[in-house]
């Protein structure tokens, strides 16, 4: 049985164009260098719980897609999120054990690479962020891209988690 990591934000979870649409408000490009550091703070101050119960949606019926994957029984399935401060990782694991009962939640300091957390070697990682999945495909690890608007860029691409069954 093949590791598969979900990424979070963006593939579960609508929050990143949520927050992009937040930071343009406040006159922060999220693509900007030199909006970095208060890119972060941005992100360390925001109200995570207000985020995912209030602002955010699921994306393609993610919750249901990741227990039919999980009822498949052909994959070992965790999630691996990026987090920003220890409130963004509480709040993401309280909002997950709503819909997931009994999966692995493993959130990722911001500053630290996925591959740096888990065995990559052979594992899967579906990821909306195409650096993400360079640095897993480096590490020896398959990366799957999730894009709602079907964009690869180079890697296999979904829209709908449950879609790895069918290419898997």
């Excluded at 990591?5 to 963006?10: C, K, S, W």
């Excluded at 006159?27 to 101050?45: F, P, T």
Aim: glycine share 6%; proline share 1%.
């Amino acid at each position: 049985m093949k590791n598969l990591y979900i990424d979070f934000d963006g593939v579960i979870m609508d929050t990143i164009d949520i927050s992009y649409q937040e930071l343009k408000l406040i006159g922060l490009d999220a693509k900007n260098i030199y909006d970095q550091e208060k890119i972060r703070d941005y992100y360390v101050g925001l109200d995570w719980n207000q985020m995912l119960n209030k602002k955010a949606s699921i994306i393609n019926d993610a919750f249901d897609c990741i227990k039919k994957i999980i009822d498949s029984g052909r994959f070992e399935v965790m999630i691996l999120s990026h987090v920003n401060s220890l409130s963004e990782a509480e709040e993401k694991i309280k909002y997950i054990r709503k819909y997931l009962k009994d999966i692995t939640i493993i959130p990722v300091p911001r500053r630290v690479s996925k591959t740096q957390m888990v065995h990559t070697e052979d594992a899967i990682l579906i990821d909306d962020y195409v650096e993400n999945l360079k640095e897993w495909k480096e590490a020896g690890g398959i990366g799957i891209k999730f894009s709602t608007e079907l964009n690869g860029k180079g890697f296999v691409v979904i829209d709908r988690l449950d879609q790895i069954l069918d290419i898997l």
